[in-house]
């Protein structure tokens, strides 16, 4: 644990040292929040029955959250790490290789609490407000720092796997397919047979549903549980396969 | 840099001894080490060392001989693809773990995160082999003292120069006091003039008596650091023994006459039954001659030259250097070698 403490404590410094390599992703999901609500919000007034009587902003800031946690960065900051050399440091040191992928989970839950809370506040300058209340606020950007968390197993995985820099910042394109087959822009009631099939086969419609929830409806167990079952899920395959990779680097 | 902090392992002066220990079980010891990788390029074919505690082993050879592959299978890095390796006693297939509490590495691509400060940057590395707290604020202290970094100490590792980085991945590998310090071409990429203090600081550190494995392409570097050194190419050891030893055994001095465009035939044979020579090497531009009496032979030398007509370039006289060892085992001379000893 202490070498996690450690290792974390290093990469969290990396994040506030670097802020060039966080503060980009916080560009697109607040440009897609301002274009998609300027586009939209006339054709879904505040008496759109799925919007519970907010604005637009209430719907779409979910997926802008989403957006802004799911990044390739500890992937990035991994394959930088052996192109120069600090990698090695780490795996002749004794300690547990899976440390080093710990480590960074926890600079992936310190950003994604940072970059949530920061799109949370300007979505609230656009109007939305929280259903749930102050502590579904929280709970909010704590879930969606959790989906980074979670989510981050891939830049780390592919990091591993090819060790190339431009694999590992290309692996981020993988979240577009998985953000945009869901009921981002309406419910799954209002999708084409089709996407709604789609939607509801991919497990992100339903973290951003749970998100969607505290914001629109206050707390909904059910739609939370899902979501945070569905984080945990996600978290636990993709972190050991990223435990399994960097168990298997040069063996 | 201060010679009053301590070093690792260092016992107090007067019980100091350096060298090594041979009542100790071999610091290194691989029998057969191969490594293959994939697409069956053969790095290590087949090696052999035994490295005494307390001693500084060299393993001087080409890029691409080998040498660094070796070091990355007995830091357990890499896996062997056959053959087996013990680092202090412990089996680095069997217990690579193990073996790493054992160990200081200093790799060829200096491994320094630039965006921590070097204080950081030790002190991290002390928790890692569970030194925390005050203790590891000390060790980070006492290293950089160490390696004369004590002013820069709270700058990050980015802006640091080539020298300044080498001596921070130095110290970092000490911090546990490692019984066994891997340092693989530790000077390589610095300018000539950066060497020597790195080499001063070698021979600082294992006057502590830890055993010392290092790795260049640099014969000077060698010759200066090591008790003892093998001599790899193309995977193989194709020498090894003290550097006293390996030169000694190619004769006593070498006079090296450059062709300038002279015959190589010509010069060679003008030099046939010349008094004292031992060996005549033929090199691309130049002509090395062993002989027992360096300046006694230039005179003779220089009188056949001018008897056949044969004009050619600078004399030069030296000792044999490690690189003609290399040149004799091999029959190319070293990538890198800057020149010849004086």
């Known amino acids: ?193 089709l996407m709604e099939a789609l939607a509801r086969a991919n497990p992100v419609s339903y973290v951003i549903e749970g998100l969607r929830s505290l914001v629109l409806e206050g707390w909904v167990v059910h739609k939370l549980a899902i979501c945070l079952a569905i984080i945990v899920g996600t978290g636990l395959v993709l972190t050991w396969l990223s435990v399994r990779a960097i168990e298997r680097y040069d063996r | 840099m201060p010679a009053s902090v301590p070093l690792p392992n260092q016992a107090p002066d007067h019980v100091r001894t350096r060298g090594p220990d041979p009542s100790c079980p071999p610091a290194i010891e691989t029998r057969c080490l191969r490594r293959t990788f994939k697409g069956g390029v053969e790095a290590v074919r087949g090696i052999d060392l035994s490295v005494a505690a307390g001693e500084v082993f060299g393993f001087l050879g080409p890029n691409g001989a080998g040498k660094t592959t070796t070091v990355r299978v007995l830091c357990t890095l890499l896996p062997a693809t056959a053959g087996s390796a013990r680092v202090a006693g412990i089996d680095v297939l069997a217990h690579p773990a193990e073996v790493r509490r054992h160990i200081g590495v200093a790799l060829q691509e200096i491994g320094l995160d630039p965006l921590q400060t070097g204080r950081e940057l030790l002190e991290l590395q002390c928790g890692l082999y569970g030194i925390n707290g005050s203790a590891a604020r000390a060790r980070a202290q006492e290293l950089l003292e160490l390696v004369g970094l004590t002013e820069a100490a709270g700058r990050r590792t980015a802006t640091y120069s080539g020298g300044m980085k080498r001596r921070l991945d130095l110290a970092s590998a000490l911090v546990h006091s490692p019984d066994v310090l891997f340092l693989d071409e530790p000077t390589t990429g610095l300018d000539p003039a950066q060497r020597p203090p790195v080499w001063v600081e070698g021979r600082r550190i294992t006057s502590g008596g830890t055993t010392f494995f290092l790795t260049t392409q640099y014969p000077e570097e060698a010759d200066r650091l090591c008790d003892r050194l093998a001599i790899i190419d193309e995977g193989r050891i194709v020498a090894a023994g003290t550097p006293e030893q390996l030169k000694s055994e190619l004769g006593h001095d070498v006079v090296s006459v450059a062709l300038d465009g002279a015959d190589v035939a010509a010069t060679e044979d003008a030099m046939v039954a010349l008094p004292g020579l031992e060996r005549v090497v033929a090199e691309r531009d130049a002509l090395a001659l062993y002989v027992e009496d360096g300046p006694a032979s230039i005179a003779e030398i220089v009188r056949r030259l001018e008897s056949r007509r044969i004009r050619v370039g600078a004399i030069a006289l030296a000792r044999p250097s490690l690189d003609d060892v290399f040149l004799r085992a091999t029959g190319r001379r070293l990538e890198g070698e800057q020149g010849r000893e004086p």
């Open chain 1, 1 to 193: 644990m202490n070498e996690i403490l450690l290792l974390g404590r290093r990469a969290v410094r990396e994040v506030v040292r670097l802020p060039a390599a966080t503060v980009p992703t916080l560009f697109i999901p607040l440009f897609f929040l301002a274009v998609n609500i300027g586009q939209v919000s006339k054709t879904f007034p505040s008496s759109t029955s799925f919007l519970h009587g907010q604005g637009y902003v209430g719907f779409q800031l979910p997926v802008s959250l989403m957006f802004a946690v799911c990044t390739a960065t500890s992937g990035l900051a991994l394959v930088t790490e052996i192109d120069l050399g600090y990698f090695d440091k780490l795996l002749v040191a004794p300690i547990r290789r899976s440390s080093i992928i710990f480590g960074r989970l926890v600079a992936d839950l310190v950003r994604g609490i940072g970059v949530a809370a920061a799109v949370l506040l300007v979505g609230f300058a656009f109007g939305a407000h929280m259903r749930s209340g102050v502590g579904g606020a929280l709970v909010v950007v704590l879930v969606a720092a959790l989906w980074g968390v979670a989510y981050a197993g891939i830049g780390m995985l592919v990091a591993l796997h090819t060790r190339n820099v431009q694999a590992t910042n290309a692996s981020f394109l993988v979240f577009f397919p998985l953000l945009f087959l869901t009921p981002n822009f309406v419910p799954f009631d209002r999708l084409t047979p």
